[in-house]
DNA sequence: TTGAAAGCGCTAACAT
DNA sequence: ATGTTAGCGCTTTCAA
């Protein structure tokens, strides 16, 4: 910086403010001083920047897993709203543990991140005190809740459930079952079921008969799922499967033991995935606002760098019933 | 981390010190220090220390596609493998373009990364540039090369594609097909197509009948461009899809249209994604070493940051054929 | 609108 | 094994 400063006859002070708040210098300056950074290739040094001004421009995210599709599209969400403000995301992977984000939030704040993203509302003690204490916008999402910690971007998971289980009695089922997996750890899913549950007996239903997989959610472990769940419950006719990955496993698995759909058996997915419209049939879906969420929180995030007060603390995205051939 | 060095009694060289090589110092003085660190919530300023020393502890990444589940499954391997060494990956997406993937390099050099993940081999002019000025380790991945910029760890898609052909033609295929997506900027899916051809050719074949779509692969897409194939060339009776997914889409779209498969048509994919083992029938596909490549270049790099010399540059994981009931 | 000066919180030679 | 010292390359008052 000093080298294009002395290349620009001006003071390195000068270029710093040219480089951050271009508007801050006077045109012809401005030129020069692009013009000496062009010249010499310069390109400014972030951690000097970051360790001067005590903020970074990066911004912490953590998701619970990398390879689900769902996150994938909220990161994508989040850094295409974020294009062209030179701000960049840390993303942090927590494998669905509480120990893990705690772990990763703590890594995070080392780089003193303008904000910091998390997946749900359900944090440990540490982590609730790293997230109360940092002095930066902090955004939940995926989830909803009263009182947020700061802001929070979703939808009711709990909605979801309760409106497959409605739209499947609607159809003419008679007897629910739920597949599903991780409901150890992925709070949202079984939120989802407890949903499904909730209005299941609002309208009179018994408990819907239920098939787990422990681990992630696999096409392979729906199919497993649905077939012990009809073994065990031969009079289920309807079926909400946690993730429309396992609902792609069960529409096979249907149609190996001849079961048609949706005649026979009903099946409700969650995630509205691409492949959900290109099923055979068509699978009835709850489409999440996935890519929406992140957008928000850029939209968020963006407003708060500019120093607007924040005036609404809880973002609820909504959610879709798509209703397919599969119910 | 004066603080902590004044609780401790000792000079904040020492902490530094403590922090980072933990076997450079006694352990009495190294328990002293860690008590302080926990007494006084110490957690050290990355950027501070990364000016200090001109490198940070991050890693550049760069993949054409947030959602591409190839990609993540390469992210997720790589950060297991990293786990507890401290590496941030700093993830940036070229969204398949050249000048983004530049543009992504320049500002991820402003971080001054101890190293540089890009995917494939083929790069503009200025990234080139940059890639061999940059002084830290390289890896280009997802593809093969003869003189790879630094490090390359992939597999050839191009003898991907051939063995598919060669499986098909194996299989009784007597007309190829393929179905393909987003050629124009995925170089890997261009360079299975090539592979796919060429093998085709040497057996004596017609070159196979094609059907793309232009934008990122889908299961519609792949469903609507069999769709097209099967209306020009009825005679078609063995198919490549550039992707599983769109390889899911053309499996519903042959059973909408009663061509059974795979007596009618012969179906390969290309990916091993987690539903191919439960469509119905099971997908035969080609398995390209996903996650591998995250975890080999995670062990490359730790080798490279504690000083070993590289004495491999070309590291070919493999792909495989996983043969199975569509063909 | 621009410049001078004083750090930001660490790391890395070097000395002990 | 530990301490001393001199920056790393910026940003940010403050003054001009």
Redesign the interface.
Known sequence: MADVARLAGVSPATVSRALREPHAVSPPMRARIDAAVDRLSY??????G??ASAR?MTIGVIIPS??N?FF??T??GM?AGLAGT?Y????G?SRYGEDTEERLI??L????PAAIVVTGCRHSRGALRMLLDAKIPVVEMWELSDRPIDTVVGFSQHAAGAAAARHLIDRGATRLGFVGALLGSDYRAGDRRAGFRAAAAAAGFAPPAEAHMAEQA???G??KALSQLMDAHPDVDAVLCSND?MA??AI?EA??RGWPIPHRLKLCGFGDM??A????PALTTLRPPRRAIGARIAEILRERFEGTQATQTVFDLGFELVVRGST
């Open positions: 390109r400014r040094n972030l951690m000097a970051g360790l970074s990398m390879t599709a994938a599209a990161i994508d850094e030179g960049q995301l840390l993303i992977n703590a890594s704040l080392a780089w003193s696999t096409a392979v729906g199919a990955v792609l496993g096979f149609q190996r691409d492949f419209a290109a099923t055979e």
